[in-house]
């Protein structure tokens, strides 16, 4: 079986989370619903056009116009409706799916990269963490907000995590990549959603947190 | 007639429009010359360039280096006599002419996405709307300025309507290429125009403008 | 000789010093171990992959891994070491350093581009460019800094002259690749030099530091 071919509903539902979470996130700007549904299409399509161009293959949504079209249905509804996806509830699910978007994502992108034969083994994990993360950052860019990567949430290391042990496991395993998909598709998606549960960040002794005292 | 003929004159006068208003754009926040023919150059070319990069085709530049010169040149003077272009009429004269260029541009790429067959319907109509924004959102995120997707000005939805009428039209009328781009050009300048004039943007129920109330 | 051969150790040299730079600017705004390592892999390696991408090539680091390896290493290392690199005269030195890798990937990105004909004069000019100074851009947009692009330094003004300079050179003397290359490299890495040694930058008339007073 092919990666690629994982159920339609399953890779539609990432896209749907990526957009929704987009609205919800820039909404409190004020956009109009027009910006609204470029940013969900950016956020949801973003990170894997940047992966193709990099790889040098047709870009998955010029192929598959499905993408398109779903994160462009999902950002409207998500425009009409993110008053009503303010409750705690609602945005919390929402952050969870969004989490088991970026899980899913990674883990295909990493195959997807590793089944071309491309730069293996480094490319398909820095390729699988560019797809999770690349289009939420032209998005907080594009909105002028501070990127993930200025938080010390758990973020990008599940999905760092999740794209290295499937590059281990398909090493070790080369025959099962269903099942290595799967294995780290949970263990990425277990690792954000303790992230979010508890709140996880980077403690202070990793990060920089205390500030140079040096003379320059 | 294939459309990537059309007057050298007409495409470059939306290269130069390009370049003026980038160049006046960043003025007031103190660049150097350096600065200023960088920020006409990327606003000028950098929408094509995502364009041919996704598509997968040589960028347009490479080819035909006579857009980088006329880039260079148009961002030179325009940085020499930024002083003078700020007077009203000079500053409304480049409005519309940038008008024209995102006009031009966007059905220029609609139809050169649309003639290669690559992700019909969809790609042709996002990749219109890229070429004609991105060189500016580059621009503008740069030069840490709020981009054009943060406020509620019609910048963005002519350049839409333009390239979805084309692929509309192009597919009721296969044969007349040169006439659906005469049509959609004037359309998507028009409205352009009317925005400007009129001052037009989205009315506030078609934006997030009342913050939401939700728990979160 | 093919410039592609250049000595392995003084390119990496180059890698290593902007992994290093880019961990010290980011790290005054608190950011993680991940954090860092990404802002270093995208300075050092961010403008080469943008030149490939739109040169159609394969990117330099799926064939060399190395130079994601050396870049993460750097990073990690300058990460734990920081608070120690920021006394005046290590500082300087890496300031010099960086000078340094940006002659070299200048002058290494301009012939490359050139070798391969690509859009011959001006390609490989403004893609020397963008390889020196790309990764840097990227960095500074994702940590929410001002971009280079933004201040009167000389820093892209050596890089334009010694990508100018090769493709001169290499016009009046075809054999001479080489020996142009050394000579560009030694040239741009002089003016940057003496522009980190006099603090020299854009003198008031060549930038738009009087505010326009016009009526717009």
Redesign the interface.
């Known amino acids: 079986m092919d990666l690629q071919d994982v159920g339609q509903a399953v890779q539609m539902a990432g896209i749907v989370a990526f957009a929704v979470t987009a609205v919800l996130a820039?909404?409190?700007?004020?956009?109009?619903?027009?910006?609204?549904c470029?940013?969900g299409?950016i956020t949801a399509v973003g990170g894997g056009?940047m992966r193709d161009?990099?790889v040098?293959v047709?870009?998955f949504?010029?192929?598959d116009?499905a993408y398109?079209?779903v994160a462009t249905g999902a950002s409207f509804i998500a425009?009409w409706t993110?008053?009503?996806?303010?409750?705690?509830a609602i945005?919390r699910l929402m952050l969870y799916l969004d989490g088991f978007g970026a899980a899913l994502f990674t883990v295909q992108a990493t195959a997807k990269v590793w089944n071309l034969g491309?730069?293996v083994p480094?490319?398909p994990v820095?390729l699988g963490i560019v797809t999770a993360i690349g289009g939420g950052?032209v998005r907080d860019?594009?909105?002028?907000r501070?990127?993930l990567?200025?938080n010390?949430e758990f973020y990008?290391?599940p999905v760092?995590i999740g794209s290295t042990l499937f590059v281990v496991l398909m090493t070790l395993f080369p025959g099962a990549e269903t099942l290595c998909a799967m294995v780290c598709i949970s263990v990425t998606f277990a690792l954000r959603a303790a992230a979010i549960h508890w709140g996880l960040g980077?403690p202070d002794w990793?990060?920089?947190?205390?500030?140079?005292?040096?003379?320059?």
Chains 1, 2, 3 share one sequence.
């Open positions: 820039v909404a409190p700007q004020n956009v109009s619903l027009f910006t609204a470029v940013m299409i056009t161009v990099i040098g047709p870009v949504w010029a192929a116009q398109i079209w425009f993110h008053k009503l996806l303010t409750s705690r945005f491309f730069g480094v490319a820095i950052l860019v594009l909105a002028g501070p990127t990567l200025m010390q990008a290391v760092l980077f990793l990060t920089t947190r205390t500030p140079p005292k040096g003379r320059a």
